[in-house]
Nanobody, 126 residues
Framework: QVQLVESGGGLVQAGASLRLSCTAS????????VGWFRQAPGKERDFVAG????????RYQDSVKGRFTISRDNAKNTVYLQMNSLKPEDTAVYYC???????????????????WGQGTQVTVSS
């Protein structure tokens, strides 16, 4: 069993930066894909970025490429999402998710992830 806890959300102005953290407890992220998703009111939950803990592969949604960076800290069992040049359309609840993927894949669909955090609100004002 994996428990995920996100932190780092908040209210910022357009152009600002935030760093979200996702820390796992219960077991290490070894051979897990860890993804960040976001869900705005009335919209579906969308993939933002993902990283495979062991293989090191990374994927981004096109709209965040060049602005967001996903990374990991092995010692802290934590995945980060550094968000720069934030836009009002980035406003959403951001969720961390994890799934055991021994062959290095990073799923894009939220239905393929077994473990979820509680979410953290990110609000970007114009």
């Amino acid at each position: 069993q994996v428990q995920l806890v996100e932190s780092g959300g908040g209210l910022v102005q357009a152009g600002a930066s935030l760093r979200l953290s996702c820390t796992a407890s219960g077991r290490a992220f070894t051979f897990y894909a860890v993804g960040w998703f976001r869900q705005a009111p009335g919209k579906e939950r969308d993939f933002v970025a993902g990283i495979h803990w062991s293989e090191g592969g990374i994927r981004y949604q096109d709209s965040v490429k060049g602005r967001f960076t996903i990374s990991r800290d092995n010692a802290k069992n934590t995945v980060y999402l550094q968000m720069n040049s934030l836009k009002p359309e980035d406003t959403a609840v951001y969720y961390c998710a994890a799934d055991h993927r021994p062959y290095g894949t990073i799923p894009l669909s939220p239905s393929e992830y077994d473990y979820w955090g509680q979410g953290t609100q990110v609000t970007v004002s114009s």
